[in-house]
């Protein structure tokens, strides 16, 4: 599991289940965070565009599907990792080895789209 990919998730996650707005602090309805003892950022953000999750969402669509699959289960879905594995028919491993794939997939298409959107900003002279 590559770290800062899993933070990011948790984040677009949360997002996601805002209706990809995020509002305030407090009980999130991403099961995730409430299941893992976390909570919301504290940190302000714009309710109504977040940009490091529009792009890990963005990065998603382009998984394949069973990789997406599993992304989806893992970070959004209600549940024991057990009931999440054994939804998608999977083993165990063979779900771990997925979400490490979807991981390592994710980091090299975020790094291609925000490299795309620097190179855009600096054509459009945005800083």
Do not use: C
């Amino acid at each position: 599991m590559i770290d800062y990919i899993h933070q990011r998730l948790i984040r677009w996650a949360e997002w996601e289940s805002y209706g990809r707005r995020i509002v305030g602090i407090g009980f999130s309805p991403n099961p995730l965070l409430n299941f893992a003892g976390g909570s919301p950022s504290t940190v302000e953000k714009d309710p109504i565009f977040e940009e490091d999750s529009y792009n890990t969402a963005l990065a998603i669509t382009h998984l394949p599907t069973i990789l997406k699959d599993v992304v989806t289960e893992h970070y959004q879905k209600p549940g024991m990792p057990e009931q999440k594995w054994r939804k998608l028919r999977l083993s165990k491993a063979t779900f771990y080895r997925r979400l490490d794939h979807a991981h390592t997939r994710l980091a090299s298409l975020i790094d291609d789209i925000e490299t795309k959107n620097r190179s855009v900003d600096r054509s459009l002279n945005i800083k």
